[in-house]
C-alpha cells in the first residue's frame, strides 16, 4: 500500500499504520496487551482501516473445489489448534474447585490436550499439595516452572512444595525468581499457594 499509494500523506499513513500493528503483533508476544480491550481495539480499528485503504481487487471466478479446500484447511487449523486448547482449559476451570482426586483426574487431562503450558503441572501440584504428597507436587511444580518459567505463580508453588518438602535451598531459589518476575507482590501473597484466579494473569 505504501508503495502504491497515490500521495505522499498516503504513504505516510500506510507506513505509519503498519508501524503501529507491528509495534502492536510485536509486544504482544512479551506481554498480555493483546487481553486489554484499550489496546486491542485500537488495533483492530487500525487494521480495518487498512483494509478499506485497499484498492478495489479485479472480480474473478472462484473454483468451488478451491473453496471447500479453504473451508476443510480451517476446519482442520480448528480442530488441531482450537479445540484441544478449549477443552484443556475447561478441564483446568474444573479442577481448581474440585476434590482433590477428581482435580487430579481433570488436569492430567489438561496435560494430554495441552502439552506446551505449564498450568496442568501447576494444577496438579495444587491438588496434591492438598492430599500432602509433597513429593509429587514438588515434582509437578517442577514441570509448571519448567514449561513456563516467566510465570511468577509457578515459582510461588514450587517455592512453597520444595519448603514442605524440606527442600531449603530449592525453596530459596524459587523465592527468588518470584522476587526477580513479581517485585510488587503484596506480602500477604508470598506466604501461602497464589490461588487458581492469578493463572490467568
Known sequence: MRRSAATRGEKLTAAGAGGALAYFAAHGQVD?????ASC??????????????LPPGRSRRRSPALRWACAAA????????????ALAQTYLQRSYSEPAGQALQDASRAASLDRLSGRPDLARSRALLRTGDTAGALAAARGAAGAEPG????????????????????????DGQVDRLAPRLPLELRAG?????FDHY
Open 193 to 197: 499457594v497464589p490461588s487458581p484466579g
Open 74 to 85: 480451517g476446519l482442520a487449523a480448528a480442530a488441531i489448534l482450537v479445540i484441544p486448547a
Open 40 to 53: 486491542a481495539l485500537p488495533a483492530m480499528l487500525l487494521a480495518a482501516a487498512v483494509v478499506a485503504m
Open 151 to 174: 510465570f511468577w505463580v509457578a515459582w510461588q508453588v514450587l517455592s512453597v512444595a520444595a519448603e514442605r518438602s524440606g527442600q531449603a535451598r530449592e525453596a530459596q531459589i524459587a
Open 32 to 36: 498480555w496487551i493483546w487481553q486489554i
